[in-house]
């Protein structure tokens, strides 16, 4: 009886440490738009809909982020990001959503909106694995206004397969993700894309309090003796081979 009390709790130690190693999963979905009018269309269903949908659901943090006001795109893109515990959870919330009366209720404007008024242009849809230096996404609060406040979506793309996980090392056992934490950068994620339209590639969201901060912290970073040692190692060299940068603050109805 002993063996098998010792036997079941070192099962259950070994499961119980699987599940804490066990990292999020996340997806970016960005709706390219027309202008302010589907801007709003989308505001709607967003705040009244697919937000408490999702709460229902079992997802209690989602950010709805749209791009500053000296960014060209504004009023032609929302970016939501959700989180993840699984890819399987993708296709269940499918299902719940389908089974949702009062999100096919309230949402029944957009969800069934002809085909001459279409709410949006195109869905883009991403998934990413969290890196293994950075497993679970982290919110920082801030007392700034949400309209002042700068959330930095980042894309590194690859050249080479080979390239690209070299930039992950980087991150990783590199020390990028623990310089980035010692700068106060409030990162909510860092991941690894692994579906996408652009592949391989990497991105992660950090966070600041308004636009001064980010500048600060940029500033910070390029002139750490840390970043200037790592970025000069040879095995990190030419790892990226594009940068796409999105410059954010959370719509008022983001749950951050």
Not at 23 to 39: A, S, V
Not at 88 to 109: F, I, P, R, T
Not at 134 to 140: D, E, K, M, Q
């Amino acid at each position: 009886m002993k063996s098998l009390l010792l036997a079941i709790t070192v099962f259950l130690v070994f499961v119980q440490g699987t599940m804490a190693k066990k990292g999020d999963f996340y997806q970016i979905q960005i709706y390219h738009l027309t202008g302010i009018g589907q801007e709003q269309t989308m505001d709607k269903y967003l705040k009244d809909a697919y937000l408490p949908a999702l709460h229902r659901s079992g997802i209690k943090t989602v950010g709805v982020f749209k791009p500053i006001p000296s960014d060209t795109t504004g009023g032609k893109r929302i970016t939501l990001w959700i989180p993840l515990s699984s890819p399987n959870q993708l296709d269940k919330l499918q299902q719940q959503l389908a089974n949702d009366v009062a999100y096919q209720s309230v949402g029944a404007e957009f969800l069934k909106a002809p085909f001459d008024q279409p709410p949006f242009k195109r869905i883009e849809s991403i998934l990413l694995k969290a890196f293994p230096d950075a497993s679970h996404f982290r919110v920082t609060k801030f007392s700034t206004k949400p309209s002042e406040r700068i959330y930095e979506l980042r894309s590194y793309e690859g050249p080479s397969e080979y390239l690209f996980r070299q930039k992950v090392k980087m991150f990783n056992e590199g020390g990028e993700i623990k310089l980035f934490k010692s700068l106060q950068f409030n990162a909510l994620f860092y991941g690894e894309v692994i579906s996408g339209s652009a592949m391989p590639n990497l991105m992660y969201l950090t966070t600041h309090e308004n636009m001064a901060a980010h500048d600060a912290h940029w500033e910070a970073f390029k002139n750490a003796p840390e970043w200037k040692k790592l970025s000069a190692l040879e095995e990190y060299k030419h790892t990226v081979s594009k940068i796409n940068i999105m410059l954010l603050y959370p719509a008022d109805y983001s749950d951050f």
